[in-house]
Protein backbone atom coordinates (compact mmCIF):
# COMPACT_ATOMS: atom_id res chain seq x y z
CA UNK A 1 0.00 0.00 0.00
CA UNK A 2 0.79 3.88 -0.39
CA UNK A 3 1.06 6.01 2.97
CA UNK A 4 1.55 9.57 2.41
CA UNK A 5 4.31 10.30 5.63
CA UNK A 6 5.25 14.24 6.27
CA UNK A 7 4.53 14.61 2.43
CA UNK A 8 6.35 11.87 1.10
CA UNK A 9 4.64 8.63 -0.53
CA UNK A 10 6.00 5.63 1.14
CA UNK A 11 5.11 2.09 -0.37
CA UNK A 12 4.68 -0.23 2.76
CA UNK A 13 4.82 -4.05 2.46
CA UNK A 14 3.57 -6.52 4.88
CA UNK A 15 5.55 -9.86 3.74
CA UNK A 16 4.29 -13.33 4.59
CA UNK A 17 6.33 -13.42 8.03
CA UNK A 18 4.52 -10.19 8.91
CA UNK A 19 7.85 -8.03 8.83
CA UNK A 20 6.85 -4.73 7.20
CA UNK A 21 9.39 -3.03 4.77
CA UNK A 22 9.12 0.48 3.48
CA UNK A 23 10.14 2.23 0.56
CA UNK A 24 10.38 5.49 -1.61
CA UNK A 25 7.03 4.75 -4.06
CA UNK A 26 9.16 6.34 -6.35
CA UNK A 27 10.13 4.68 -9.41
CA UNK A 28 13.66 6.01 -10.42
CA UNK A 29 13.57 4.57 -13.82
CA UNK A 30 9.97 6.13 -14.75
CA UNK A 31 9.81 8.91 -12.11
CA UNK A 32 6.13 7.98 -11.45
CA UNK A 33 4.94 6.84 -7.31
CA UNK A 34 4.32 3.08 -8.36
CA UNK A 35 6.29 0.98 -6.83
CA UNK A 36 3.17 0.23 -3.80
CA UNK A 37 1.84 -1.27 -6.73
CA UNK A 38 4.53 -3.58 -7.99
CA UNK A 39 4.90 -7.23 -6.92
CA UNK A 40 6.45 -8.59 -3.87
CA UNK A 41 8.74 -11.89 -4.98
CA UNK A 42 12.12 -12.55 -4.05
CA UNK A 43 15.63 -12.44 -6.15
CA UNK A 44 17.70 -15.49 -4.59
CA UNK A 45 17.46 -14.65 -1.19
CA UNK A 46 16.28 -10.62 -1.25
CA UNK A 47 12.67 -10.08 -0.68
CA UNK A 48 12.11 -7.48 -3.62
CA UNK A 49 9.37 -5.66 -5.25
CA UNK A 50 9.10 -5.41 -9.07
CA UNK A 51 7.96 -2.12 -10.34
CA UNK A 52 5.07 -2.30 -12.63
CA UNK A 53 6.20 -0.01 -15.08
CA UNK A 54 9.29 -1.68 -16.03
CA UNK A 55 9.31 -5.02 -14.07
CA UNK A 56 12.70 -3.72 -11.96
CA UNK A 57 13.51 -5.68 -8.65
CA UNK A 58 14.23 -3.28 -5.27
CA UNK A 59 15.47 -4.87 -2.86
CA UNK A 60 12.59 -4.03 -0.10
CA UNK A 61 15.71 -4.03 2.92
CA UNK A 62 18.54 -1.93 0.74
CA UNK A 63 16.47 -0.16 -2.05
CA UNK A 64 18.81 -1.18 -4.28
CA UNK A 65 18.08 -2.42 -7.64
CA UNK A 66 19.13 -5.80 -8.21
CA UNK A 67 20.20 -5.52 -12.04
CA UNK A 68 21.67 -1.91 -11.31
CA UNK A 69 23.62 -1.58 -7.99
CA UNK A 70 24.04 2.27 -9.07
CA UNK A 71 20.42 2.77 -8.80
CA UNK A 72 18.23 2.48 -5.48
CA UNK A 73 15.23 3.94 -3.46
CA UNK A 74 15.30 5.15 -0.02
CA UNK A 75 13.98 2.70 3.05
CA UNK A 76 12.78 3.49 5.81
CA UNK A 77 12.40 2.18 9.56
CA UNK A 78 9.04 0.64 9.89
CA UNK A 79 7.40 -1.12 12.72
CA UNK A 80 3.97 -2.71 13.78
CA UNK A 81 2.92 -1.40 17.36
CA UNK A 82 0.07 -1.88 19.03
CA UNK A 83 -2.05 -2.87 15.25
CA UNK A 84 -0.82 0.25 13.93
CA UNK A 85 2.29 0.92 11.21
CA UNK A 86 4.58 3.21 12.15
CA UNK A 87 7.26 4.28 9.48
CA UNK A 88 10.57 6.71 10.55
CA UNK A 89 11.67 9.08 8.06
CA UNK A 90 14.80 9.86 9.77
CA UNK A 91 17.96 8.38 8.55
Do not use: H, N, W
Request: charged share 25%.
Amino acid sequence: MCALVEGRDVAVFRLPDDTVLAVDDLDPYCGVAVLSRGIVGSRGDADVVFSPMYKQAFDLRTGTAVDDPETRVRCYSARVCDGVVEISLAA
